[in-house]
C-alpha cells in the first residue's frame, strides 16, 4: 500500500481534526529528495525519493530525524516504494514517555468509550480494508476478528466477589490495566499480527508502542490513520497508541 494512498483514503473518510489531516500532508509524505542514508550516494537531482515513512507519537505523525532509512521493496517490481527510517534512541525514548503520559488518563477512560474506538475502528477496516489479492482476505479479517473481540471488553474487565469465604472475610479481585504496552511486528501479516496486539491492549486501559516490520509499513501505517481518526470521533484523547520504525 502506497503512503500517497493511505494519506488519500484519510482525507476521504472526512470530519477528522483539521491539524491531524494537515499534518499527514506535510513534508514526510512528499517526494522531495531525502537522505537515505550516510552511505549511500545522493539523488541526482532530476530524481526525487520515495516517501518516508512517518513515526506516531503523542497523537502526531513526526518525521524520523534519522538520516538513515530501508528501502520498502514492491516484490512483483523491485520498485523502490516507501522509505522507512531507523528511529533514533532519542525519538524511541519520546515515543515510550508519550505512551506513559497518556496512560495516566486513559486507563480512567470509561471502558465502555474504549469499546466504542473499537467499535468504529472494525467499521473503517470494514469499509477500507486497502487489500486488492485474495490471498490477504485472511489477513485482514482475522485481524478484525480480534478486534470484534475488543468491541466487548467490557463484560471480560469485570472483576470477582465472593462473599464469607471465611467468617467475617469477603473476597474480590478487580482487573486493572498494566501500563505501556509494546510489540514488534513481522513482515508476513503485516495487518493480521497488528491487529491481534494492540486492539485488546489499549480497550483493557493500556497504551500501546506498536514497531511494525520494516519490510511492509504501509498496513500498519493506515490502521493507525485510522485508530487516530476513531480515538478523535469518539474522545479527546487519542494518544494511546505510538508508532516507530
Given at each position: 500500500m502506497s503512503l500517497q494512498s493511505s494519506v488519500q483514503r484519510m482525507r476521504n473518510l472526512g470530519g477528522l481534526r483539521p491539524q491531524i489531516v494537515g499534518s499527514l500532508g506535510r513534508p514526510h509524505f512528499t517526494t522531495t529528495a531525502t537522505e537515505s542514508s550516510s552511505s549511500s550516494p545522493p539523488p541526482s537531482s532530476d530524481q526525487t525519493s520515495p516517501p518516508r515513512v512517518p513515526n506516531l507519537i503523542g497523537g502526531s505523525f513526526l518525521d524520523s530525524k534519522s538520516p538513515s532509512t530501508i528501502d520498502v521493496i514492491n516484490p512483483a517490481t523491485q520498485e523502490v516504494v516507501s522509505q522507512v527510517p531507523l528511529t533514533t534512541l532519542d525519538e524511541f525514548k519520546a515515543a515510550v514517555s508519550a505512551a506513559k503520559n497518556a496512560f495516566r488518563s486513559w486507563r480512567n477512560t470509561p471502558i465502555t468509550t474504549r469499546q466504542r474506538v473499537m467499535l468504529k475502528l472494525q467499521e473503517l477496516i470494514r469499509?477500507?480494508?486497502?487489500?486488492?489479492?485474495?490471498?490477504?482476505?485472511?489477513?485482514?479479517?482475522?485481524?478484525?476478528?480480534?478486534?470484534?473481540?475488543?468491541?466487548?471488553?467490557?463484560?471480560?474487565?469485570?472483576?470477582?466477589?465472593?462473599?464469607?469465604?471465611?467468617?467475617?472475610?469477603?473476597?474480590?479481585?478487580?482487573?486493572?490495566?498494566?501500563?505501556?504496552?509494546?510489540?514488534?511486528?513481522?513482515?508476513?501479516?503485516?495487518?493480521?499480527?497488528?491487529?491481534?496486539?494492540?486492539?485488546?491492549?489499549?480497550?483493557?486501559?493500556?497504551?500501546?508502542?506498536?514497531?511494525?516490520?520494516?519490510?511492509?509499513?504501509?498496513?500498519?501505517?493506515?490502521?493507525?490513520?485510522?485508530?487516530?481518526?476513531?480515538g478523535v470521533v469518539c474522545l479527546s484523547n487519542y494518544n494511546f497508541l505510538t508508532l516507530v520504525y
Amino acid at each position: 500500500m502506497s503512503l500517497q494512498s493511505s494519506v488519500q483514503r484519510m482525507r476521504n473518510l472526512g470530519g477528522l481534526r483539521p491539524q491531524i489531516v494537515g499534518s499527514l500532508g506535510r513534508p514526510h509524505f512528499t517526494t522531495t529528495a531525502t537522505e537515505s542514508s550516510s552511505s549511500s550516494p545522493p539523488p541526482s537531482s532530476d530524481q526525487t525519493s520515495p516517501p518516508r515513512v512517518p513515526n506516531l507519537i503523542g497523537g502526531s505523525f513526526l518525521d524520523s530525524k534519522s538520516p538513515s532509512t530501508i528501502d520498502v521493496i514492491n516484490p512483483a517490481t523491485q520498485e523502490v516504494v516507501s522509505q522507512v527510517p531507523l528511529t533514533t534512541l532519542d525519538e524511541f525514548k519520546a515515543a515510550v514517555s508519550a505512551a506513559k503520559n497518556a496512560f495516566r488518563s486513559w486507563r480512567n477512560t470509561p471502558i465502555t468509550t474504549r469499546q466504542r474506538v473499537m467499535l468504529k475502528l472494525q467499521e473503517l477496516i470494514r469499509r477500507e480494508q486497502g487489500k486488492t489479492l485474495k490471498d490477504a482476505h485472511g489477513d485482514v479479517f482475522r485481524g478484525l476478528e480480534v478486534v470484534e473481540h475488543a468491541c466487548g471488553m467490557a463484560t471480560l474487565q469485570m472483576g470477582e466477589y465472593v462473599s464469607n469465604v471465611a467468617h467475617g472475610i469477603d473476597t474480590y479481585s478487580i482487573r486493572e490495566p498494566l501500563g505501556v504496552c509494546a510489540g514488534i511486528c513481522p513482515f508476513n501479516f503485516p495487518a493480521m499480527i497488528p491487529l491481534w496486539m494492540f486492539p485488546v491492549a489499549v480497550t483493557c486501559g493500556n497504551t500501546f508502542v506498536l514497531k511494525p516490520s520494516e519490510k511492509d509499513p504501509g498496513q500498519s501505517l493506515f490502521i493507525n490513520i485510522l485508530l487516530t481518526y476513531c480515538g478523535v470521533v469518539c474522545l479527546s484523547n487519542y494518544n494511546f497508541l505510538t508508532l516507530v520504525y
